[in-house]
């Protein structure tokens, strides 16, 4: 076995490409509150790099630069305002017709789109995503807004007509539901964080908005934006130590919908903190343990092909990842060593090195929580299948293949979020619904087979296990315009551009007796513009 040097892949700050390197530290000293850029003279939390520097004294992580780390009083402060822009939905804001909120929307995009360069770099040096995948999240960030736009261009044009049963005349459309606190994931800091943001948002709610933790600076550069293109308090962001200033938002009962993406044990405890529980509305994306199911009938090639990008794609640190791999014992041999030999073929380093499939991780304890996986799993059987699996170097992990993985295990049920494989094999198809049933996740799970008959006989009990089954390709979460969402532990509410349209906002209708004067009356109203909700306005 050849043993790789992981060292070598850190360099010099001279040595990083003059285009990626980081000029200057980014040492926010100002958040965005009740429309005003306010400054910040306390305490800040100083951004580690998940890239390590070579220098005399050692690999050190380069400092990024430093944000806020405010407290309660500001966290209230930005509530406050939120509450007061919404103003019991009588805001300027929630009352704006839908044409002048996406008109708002739209003039946010274009200048966010000035920023594209700075946030990409952000992106790469925050969290270690490599150059291209950084720069494919901001701009599918930017398609996700102008497909939101159009599909409440959409919305609208079908609720502008009246409708009219059993002598009662009406008009229904969606209302917003208040104020909104989003938090994002910090694997998809920009992306994810705006799937829900921007939704929410264009429905005409109000924010108070808290950057993950790894990934806050990237925001930064997006803040004048936010207080340029939306009305005083509708948008507010809040910055501290989420432990310290979440609870008594909760706890106020001020917060009407609560969004996060990230632990189902921290969206738990949130929701059981609020006072009127059945006041709140809660859209989640938590955890997912994706399984993958390879017959005796795959097309081995395919599936390991698919394999290896469902579960090694950014470092394995997304929740649509490939988190577990059933293979029918028959194939287990010849599939482990075709695996092995692709995750060997992957190109490993820095974020800005062209074709970089694996990078550094951002979360400080995660090369350690891998080890003790693994050396888990070796205490109850199991082997390192690759060569060089499992080897790390400060902020770096080499992807790691376990076989067989079995029900002792930590990997068995534990979401790693990491670039380490558990393969399991089977001898029965049963054994793995079984695996799906027993699992407190319930997002997605990847089916490989060249059999109809058998494909058929697992999509009919898995579609009541899990939201979605792929046949024959890893589980993702786009195109965007379908459902995202998960049983179980896995997520509350949907998500898509339509349907986030929908989990932002609640239907509601004005109706009337159909008679001379209630029709002069509403003809009136419509003719006038005098009403932003009761409006026949065609939004092309």
Not at 56 to 84: M, N
Not at 294 to 313: F, Y
Request: aromatic fraction near 8%; hydrophobic fraction near 40%; charge should be negative.
């Amino acid at each position: 076995m050849s043993v790789i040097d992981l060292s070598s892949i850190f360099v010099e700050e001279q040595q990083i490409p003059e285009q990626h390197r980081l000029m200057e530290e980014v040492h926010q000293r100002e958040y965005l509150s009740n429309g005003e850029m306010l400054p910040w003279n306390g305490e800040v939390h100083t951004v580690l790099s998940p890239v390590c520097i070579k220098t005399a004294q050692g690999l050190k992580r380069k400092v990024i630069g430093t944000y806020p780390l405010c407290t309660e009083k500001e966290s209230f402060e930005a509530l406050d305002a939120a509450v007061a822009a919404y103003d019991n939905g009588r805001g300027i804001w929630p009352t704006m017709s839908v044409a002048d909120r996406i008109d708002c929307v739209d003039k946010f995009t274009q200048r966010i789109i000035l920023k594209k360069d700075e946030v990409v770099k952000l992106l790469m040096w925050e969290i270690g995503k490599s150059h291209a995948d950084s720069v494919k999240e901001f701009d599918r960030t930017v398609e996700y807004i102008y497909a939101t736009i159009d599909a409440l261009k959409d919305l609208d044009r079908q609720s502008s007509k009246f409708s009219i049963e059993q002598g009662i005349v009406a008009q229904i459309r969606r209302s917003p539901l208040g104020v909104v606190l989003c938090m994002g994931p910090f694997n998809y800091p920009l992306n994810e964080t705006f799937t829900t943001l921007i939704p929410a948002l264009i429905m005409g709610n109000t924010l108070l908005f808290k950057p993950p933790k790894h990934g806050t600076l990237l925001h930064y550069p997006l803040l004048e934006a936010f207080r340029d293109c939306f009305p005083k308090g509708v948008v507010n962001t809040i910055y501290g130590r989420g432990n310290k200033i979440i609870p008594g938002l909760m706890q106020s009962g001020k917060i009407n919908v609560l969004t996060l993406i990230g632990s189902s044990k921290v969206a738990d405890e949130l929701k059981k903190l609020h006072p009127k529980v059945n006041r709140l509305r809660a859209i989640l994306g938590l955890d997912a343990k994706n399984a993958a199911i390879i017959t005796a009938n795959a097309d081995l090639k395919l599936a390991v092909q698919e394999t290896l990008l469902g579960s090694l794609s950014f470092n394995g640190q997304r929740c649509t990842a490939l988190k577990i791999v059933f293979v029918h014992r028959t194939l287990a041999d010849a599939f482990l060593e075709l695996l092995a030999e692709a995750v060997a073929k992957l190109k490993y380093g820095m974020p800005w090195e062209d074709g970089v499939a694996i990078t550094p991780l951002p979360e400080a304890h995660k090369p350690a929580y891998l080890k003790e996986c693994i050396d888990d799993a070796i205490a109850h059987g199991a082997r390192v299948v690759n060569e060089n699996g499992g080897l790390s170097n400060e902020s770096f992990f080499y992807p790691a293949i376990i076989y067989p993985v079995n029900k002792e295990m930590k990997l068995w049920e534990e979401e790693q979020f990491g670039p380490v494989i558990p393969v399991v094999p089977f001898d029965d198809l049963e054994e793995t619904i079984e695996y799906l049933i027993d699992s407190t996740h319930g997002q997605q799970v990847s089916i490989f087979s060249n059999d109809d008959e058998e494909i058929a006989g697992l999509i009919d009990p898995l579609v009541n296990q899990v939201s979605r089954v792929n046949i024959n390709c890893q589980c993702q979460r786009g195109p965007d315009v379908f459902p995202f969402t998960g049983r179980k532990d896995s997520a509350e509410g949907t998500l898509s551009v339509v349907d986030a349209l929908r989990s932002f906002s609640i239907r509601s209708l004005v109706a009337t007796k159909l008679n001379d004067t209630n029709k002069h009356l509403l003809n009136a109203i419509v003719e006038g513009n005098s009403s932003n909700f009761l409006s026949t306005k065609f939004l092309f």
